[in-house]
């Protein structure tokens, strides 16, 4: 009897002790299990987010990767956007994996080891191929490492108000000319821009990429030519001096509100235009670039950049590859109404995208040239923009201008 007693006593010790052994091996394997879940939840922080179509693309991603997606917004205003990033990234903060950078900031962040190469994990040799080299070259990369995966291209387009403009063509620099010439009426001009310091930029590199001049090179004729039409455009009163405050939010607000006939403006805002939902034959609409000496225009494009500081890189780079490759482009273009970053897409697909033939046509016949940065892009574009705003209200003359410009594009 004393024996029976005594086995099952040791019976039940071994029992306790099994289920104990069991339980740390449970335990064990959830804590495993949290890791890896931990690990394929990312953070993006991204001018969209509170966008419903990029939301759209994002509820995509999350069920084609089985990723769980945090998306928060950043300021919209370009140079707080700017500074809030750049903290966050000089911190060496995790707190967000993935962030969607402009050229203006990866031309930058490129250089200030703040950014995950990418090179062999997401943007292969074969990848790179299928985007515009000298933009990838000069804009993404340095030293041959590459830093960011564009997901949408933002094309330099020539766009029309209908409701000022009716059927009038505007082809050719005459038929241009013709529409700043125009007495409009009502503070109406047959062409506006945004002309605040740091963003006058995009205006200055397309009309000197129009006239066929440089812009490294403000000594060249075709390059003052470009300067001297722009001067006279506000010296003759054909544009509204009080562009040289607006950024892009202004700008578009006028042209939606019948202010200006035509604009340049990049082909992003097809979804502001599209949501507005006055995109139509009869009221704004994107049109042939009109020819001038030369049929160059800009280009950017948004991209994705992934902090070296992220604690969760294999789930940031599962998503990069998605954004890269070809179902995320095309998922991504056609919930935001834009075009992707990858030119084989733009020319193979027909995508559901307003306007899609004229841009897919700006692709196949006119130049698209990357803008001009350096290292210090900020500061050196809000210095040129600054002279720009003197040269244009008589401050100082064009050789002036020029003098002080070359100076500063010779640090590019």
Not at 177 to 204: F, M, P, Q, R
Not at 317 to 345: Q, T, V, W
Request: charged share 25%.
């Amino acid at each position: 009897m004393k024996k029976y007693v005594l086995g099952v006593l040791i019976g039940f010790v071994l029992l306790i002790s099994g289920c104990k052994d069991e339980q740390k091996e449970i335990n064990i394997q959830d804590m495993q299990e949290d890791v890896v879940s931990q690990n394929e939840k990312i953070t993006i922080m991204h001018i969209d987010a509170e966008v419903p179509g990029f939301q759209e693309f994002i509820k995509q991603a999350e069920k084609e990767l089985n990723l769980e997606i945090q998306v928060i917004s950043c300021p919209a205003n370009a140079d707080v956007r700017q500074a809030k990033i750049s903290t966050i990234l000089a911190a060496g903060e995790s707190s967000v994996d993935i962030f969607s950078v402009n050229d203006e900031m990866v031309s930058e962040f490129k250089y200030q080891g703040y950014l995950e190469p990418l090179n062999d994990a997401v943007m292969t040799k074969e990848l790179l191929s299928k985007y515009p080299e000298s933009y990838i070259q000069n804009i993404t990369m340095k030293d041959g490492g590459m830093y960011s995966v564009p997901y949408f291209m933002d094309i330099m387009v020539f766009w029309i108000n209908r409701e000022v403009t009716g059927d009038r063509e505007i082809q050719t620099k005459e038929d241009f000319l013709s529409l700043l010439k125009k007495d409009w009426g009502n503070d109406i001009y047959g062409y506006g821009s945004a002309w605040d310091s740091t963003y006058v930029y995009n205006e200055l590199s397309e009309f000197i990429h129009l006239f066929g001049g440089d812009y490294y090179n403000w000594e060249d004729k075709n390059t003052r030519e470009a300067l001297t039409f722009l001067h006279d455009m506000a010296a003759n009163g054909q544009i509204p001096i009080s562009q040289m405050t607006d950024q892009y939010e202004q700008m578009q607000q006028k042209f939606l509100d019948g202010k200006y006939a035509s604009i340049f403006m990049y082909s992003g805002a097809m979804d502001v235009f599209e949501r507005a939902g006055v995109y139509s034959e009869d009221k704004i609409q994107a049109v042939p670039l009109p020819q001038f000496e030369k049929s160059v225009t800009n280009i950017a494009t948004w991209q994705y950049v992934l902090n070296q500081a992220s604690e969760h890189k294999p789930g940031a780079m599962k998503f990069l590859k998605y954004a890269a490759g070809r179902e995320g482009s095309i998922s991504y273009a056609e919930c935001m109404n834009r075009l992707p970053a990858r030119l084989d897409i733009i020319l193979e697909e027909e995508l559901d995208i307003p306007g899609f033939e004229v841009l897919q046509d700006y692709v196949e016949h006119v130049e698209l040239k990357e803008r001009p940065f350096s290292k210090n892009t900020m500061k050196d574009i809000s210095a040129i923009g600054t002279l720009f705003q003197k040269y244009i209200m008589d401050e100082i003359s064009q050789d002036e201008f020029c003098r002080k410009a070359q100076a500063i594009v010779d640090w590019f």
